[in-house]
């Protein structure tokens, strides 16, 4: 079904428009256009769909990820309204344009109906925009459009206009883009699927399997939305984190055991995909009767007064909408989407140390935080291979090459940069990064025949974030609250973690005109501590539960809480807190005010299989102070 609204989704302008939509004829000028967005082709091939900027863009689009292997045409068939010329443009960039001004290396040709249309697309121009393509003869309605990946080296493609004008005034901005889809297609936000449940979970990760799971064992309704087509965040195949943190912790070691039934039994940050086993995460969902609802990104939210209505929500590849409502969301997508869109209250950055009186913290605040990992591996070949001279800015050298045959966690980047409007930078230097060394490995660096019979064998492009905004709750968790073990009353799963805060290597900085892309780590160790039930919802937004690296936490202390293991017990005390709120028809506060005491019993026994052997003790280097000589 997805594959016909692909083939159908074109998006027309021709003759008169109906009342509204008079900018848009002006963007077609004095003849037809027609609309596609790339993510939409019928037949993607290799292309993969990028969806980590829609927040900044508005929607996805094609990627032609190959890691120097030109990726499988995509394909399409579009309906034309008329015969005759027709004029290609395709809205593009040259994603290494921050770092080297020459032509980039993300080449791609548009064919019509098998022909190459003249002009390489992709390799210019630093910020989106509409490229041409050529013109081609139409001699029949229906014609087949086919992206051509010429390097394997992240080519993107966000949309493709066919005009009768040669030169036709196309947006390429968020705000113009939108105007314009609405235009041509005034039902682009009309919700095609609308459901009603009792909690709706906004994140498939770790915290809001947890969530949706635990919720959905007490009877209540549940949905649960995911932006990508895999689910575990950034215990994905697609990102490949392992599990950190420890469970069976007091004073609720039953939190924890729902974690048993689907974490992977061991494995290691950039292993094998398979070992991640993505399948048992959709299978424990289905499994409790959870709806789930992917690929979509929720994008907007409708209030009533200071509680959340219903969320829209866009499918990343054919864009229709979804709208979800409930009595009670959470909000575990790590970013705090939903609160963000909601006006909670939130935090991003590093606090001052003068605040909260946190050791750790700078004396001044600001805006740096956890960077982002761009995860790899090789493989072992039976003979010499090549990989393509990749020169983009990087400069590498015998001395600043790092000879490694895969990434660890501390090949990290966008410290100092904002992690949702500069995502697309981010996981763009990381990608400059790999490749560049890796070419310098395999062409040129001296003492390397153990790379010589090596190939990349998986690069990821999905980026693995630490840290963004931080919804504030009714008490914010700080390093003295960890490390002291202030009681509270209302302690939930312990976290058990150092402290682990990540810093921009001053060698490699140095090496790379002060963009590093490695970093390295500082540990303050502490027994294990309970995160107050009170960091979990948000002071201001009513119904809104948050689990993950977006609780309420100051930045050192999200240090801590923010492994997944760790994540994942969050998501089973909101799924349960849910429940309570659902029998007293009451908000998430009333939970700490009224109710803790029922929560309390929920939380011993957790909302995992009881019995079950622990097979999560690996991967816990993080909680204990490294043995002494």
């Not at 009792?198 to 990760?205: I, K, S």
């Not at 979800?324 to 001052?352: M, V, W």
């Not at 913290?361 to 600001?366: M, R």
């Not at 040129?444 to 025949?449: C, E, L, M, P, V």
């Amino acid at each position: 079904m997805k594959r016909l609204i692909a083939t159908v989704s074109v998006l027309f302008i021709f003759g008169v428009l109906a009342s509204g939509c008079r900018d848009a004829c002006r963007l077609a000028g004095d003849g037809a256009l027609v609309l596609l967005d790339a993510e939409v082709f019928a037949e993607p091939g290799g292309w993969v769909v990028d969806q980590q900027g829609m927040d900044v863009r508005g929607t996805a689009w094609l990627l032609a990820h190959g890691a120097g292997v030109p990726v499988p045409d995509a394909s399409t068939v579009v309906s034309l309204p008329g015969m005759g010329r027709w004029y290609v443009w395709v809205l593009t960039r040259n994603w290494t344009a921050p770092w080297l001004d020459k032509e980039g290396p993300g080449a791609f040709r548009l064919a019509v109906d098998g022909v190459d249309l003249p002009s390489v697309c992709g390799t210019i121009g630093g910020e989106w925009h509409w490229q041409y393509a050529g013109s081609f003869e139409a001699a029949a309605p229906d014609v087949t459009l086919t992206l051509k990946d010429l390097t394997g080296f992240d080519g993107r493609c966000d949309a493709v206009c066919l005009s009768r004008s040669r030169r036709p005034a196309l947006p390429a901005d968020k705000e113009g883009l939108h105007r314009l889809r609405l235009a041509v297609n005034p039902g682009y936000d009309e919700p095609a699927v609308s459901g009603n449940y009792d909690f709706v979970v906004v994140g498939g990760g770790i915290s809001g399997i947890c969530a949706a799971v635990a919720a959905a064992r007490q009877g209540l309704k549940v949905a649960i939305v995911n932006n990508r087509p895999v689910l575990g965040g950034n215990n994905s195949a697609e990102v490949r984190v392992h599990l950190g943190g420890r469970i069976e912790l007091d004073p609720y070691p039953n939190l924890g055991n729902l974690i048993k039934e689907f974490g992977h039994k061991k494995c290691k940050n950039a292993d094998s995909g398979k070992k991640f086993e993505d399948w048992k995460k959709e299978d424990i969902l289905r499994e409790a009767g959870v709806d789930i609802y992917m690929p979509y990104h929720a994008y907007a939210v409708d209030m009533d007064s200071t509680s959340i209505r219903s969320i829209l929500c866009r499918h990343i590849s054919d864009g229709s909408v979804l709208s979800l409502s409930a009595p009670l969301f959470a909000d575990c997508t790590g970013d705090g989407t939903i609160g963000y869109l909601a006006g909670a209250d939130y935090r991003e950055g590093r606090e001052a140390r003068s605040e909260h009186n946190e050791s750790m913290a700078p004396e001044v605040a600001d805006n740096e935080h956890l960077g982002a990992s761009l995860l790899w591996n090789s493989r072992k070949t039976d003979g010499p291979t090549e990989f393509p001279e990749f020169n983009y800015g990087m400069e590498f050298t015998d001395e600043s090459v790092v000879r490694a045959t895969s990434s660890k966690w501390d090949w990290e980047t966008g410290l100092d940069m904002d992690m949702i409007t500069d995502v697309e930078e981010i996981r763009d230097y990381g990608l400059l990064a790999i490749y560049s060394n890796w070419s310098f490995l395999k062409n040129h660096a001296t003492g390397a025949d153990e790379f010589r019979d090596r190939s990349l064998n998986w690069v990821a492009y999905i980026t693995g974030k630490r840290e963004s905004r931080r919804l504030l709750g009714d008490h914010i968790l700080t390093e003295n609250d960890i490390v002291d073990a202030v009681p509270y009353p209302d302690g939930t799963c312990s976290t058990s973690w150092s402290i682990d805060l990540h810093y921009a290597d001053s060698l490699n900085a140095s090496q790379f005109q002060g963009r590093p892309f490695k970093s390295y780590a500082i540990h303050k160790y502490f027994d294990p501590y309970p995160i107050p039930y009170r960091c979990l919802y948000s002071r201001n937004v009513g119904n809104l539960f948050m689990a993950g690296r977006d609780i309420s936490c100051t930045h050192v202390a999200m240090g801590s809480v923010r492994v997944m293991r760790t994540c994942g017990m969050m998501g089973e005390v909101v799924g349960l807190a849910a429940a309570v709120c659902r029998h007293h028809s009451s908000l998430p506060r009333s939970v700490y005010t009224d109710y803790f005491q029922e929560l309390v019993p929920l939380m011993r026994q957790g909302a995992g299989r009881p019995g079950l052997p622990n097979d999560q003790d690996f991967c816990i280097h993080g909680c204990f102070p490294p043995a002494t000589p």
